[in-house]
């Protein structure tokens, strides 16, 4: 199946700081891509769809300009997270789609732990 | 709206014990059905999938089948192994791109 590739997979930082995850599709082209967060022993919660070339859209309680996601090309994504809290610490995932309707693949994940 | 719900767990079986995971949805057209799992630190992966009723996904002794009368695609396997401890997510995805998944069932199998 298509790969995708989610860097970095474990980061620690500081309090204030930010941290930038890449999620690449190294053998499709992915018109949207999808961030979700995940909380230990709990589903997927959707925060934003990302569509190459324009604005994300943001869930319904995720705060955007807290969560920058940028969309820049058909194989990358990035998302932001500035001025991290220790409450962001959490397991984020993206993952990607080549058209509507198809499946969806994973990144495999990055574990943020904020200090 | 479109929705997943999903058998609660943790489950925990015996090796070579017969695993059901149920897993009904609520949708508003046809979608296509999903099971993904995800091994411990790790993202989710492709199990199996259905496009169509009456279809049955199948993958590594896993399968499902796409029931549009009782709306459910339940996960079973024959005779579960210690490597399949897992998470593991019913999803459906409609129309757009999005993705529905259930809360997850969290599957032990013990030797």
């Known amino acids: 199946g298509a790969v995708v590739s989610q860097h970095p997979s474990r980061v620690i930082c500081k309090s204030g700081t930010s941290v930038k995850i890449e999620c690449r599709s190294l053998?499709?082209?992915?018109?949207?891509m999808f961030w979700y967060r995940q909380f230990p022993k709990q589903s997927l919660m959707l925060m934003a769809t990302?569509?190459?070339?324009?604005?994300?859209?943001?869930e319904q309680g995720v705060e955007k300009d807290k969560f920058l996601i940028n969309h820049a090309s058909l194989t990358l994504s990035t998302l932001t997270v500035t001025s991290a809290h220790p409450e962001d610490s959490s397991f984020y995932i993206c993952s990607a789609q080549a058209g509507s309707g198809t499946e969806a693949f994973f990144g495999q994940g990055t574990r943020l732990t904020v200090v | 709206g479109d929705s997943v719900t999903q058998m609660e767990g943790p489950v925990t079986l015996s090796e070579e014990a017969f695993l059901t995971i149920n897993c009904t949805y609520t949708a508003t057209g046809y979608p296509s059905l999903f099971w993904y799992v995800q091994y411990p630190g790790e993202g989710l992966q492709l199990l199996l999938k259905a496009t169509k009723a009456d279809d049955k996904g199948s993958n590594k002794g896993f399968e499902a089948t796409y029931r549009k009368e009782t709306t459910s695609f339940h996960l079973e396997k024959g005779s579960v192994q210690v490597s399949d401890s897992a998470v593991y997510f019913c999803a459906l995805v409609w129309g757009g791109n999005q993705f529905y998944f259930g809360t997850g069932t969290s599957l032990t199998v013990i030797p």
């Open positions: 053998d499709f082209q992915a018109t949207t």
């Open positions: 990302s569509n190459e070339g324009s604005k994300a859209t943001y």
